[in-house]
């Protein structure tokens, strides 16, 4: 009995103590169909993972002249805001995308831009998607 207490103490840990939050984000007028879900959680060396899940997004060229990718970007809540490139989501046929990377942040705003290179250090593409404040 004390056994099964025990396992059940740490399964429970295991399963709710690690849980992380999950976001919805909001799409913009230029995609509005676009639907995106965004779990973060805090790593056991204290910077953030995250998983982006897309859907409904169009190729990146039929939303913007030049544009051939998406770049999914971090600003940092306070100081100078600057947003950060932390990856190109690529789409398939299906309309469909995922991301998963590392920030060292544990309070910013993640949004989607349809930029012409994935290698951008400034966004200037096509806001597509944008999440609430994230505080992890």
Not at 53 to 60: F, G, K, S, T
Not at 107 to 126: I, M, N
Request: one cysteine or more; glycine letters at 8%.
């Amino acid at each position: 009995m004390k056994r099964a207490s025990f396992l059940a103490l740490v399964l429970s840990i295991g399963l709710f103590g690690c849980a992380g939050s999950a976001y919805e984000l909001l799409p913009t007028s230029r995609e509005p169909a676009a639907q995106g879900h965004l779990k973060t959680k805090e790593t056991s060396n204290g910077n953030v993972h995250i998983d982006l899940e897309v859907q409904h997004l169009a190729p990146a060229p039929k939303l913007s002249d030049g544009a051939t990718t998406y770049v999914v970007w971090v600003r940092p809540a306070g100081g100078d805001g600057k947003p950060i490139n932390v990856g190109a989501l690529k789409v398939d046929k299906d309309l469909e995308g995922e991301l998963e990377t590392v920030t060292s942040f544990t309070r910013f705003t993640l949004f989607v831009t349809a930029e012409a290179d994935a290698q951008v250090t400034v966004p200037s593409g096509v806001d597509v998607l944008s999440s609430p404040p994230v505080k992890e």
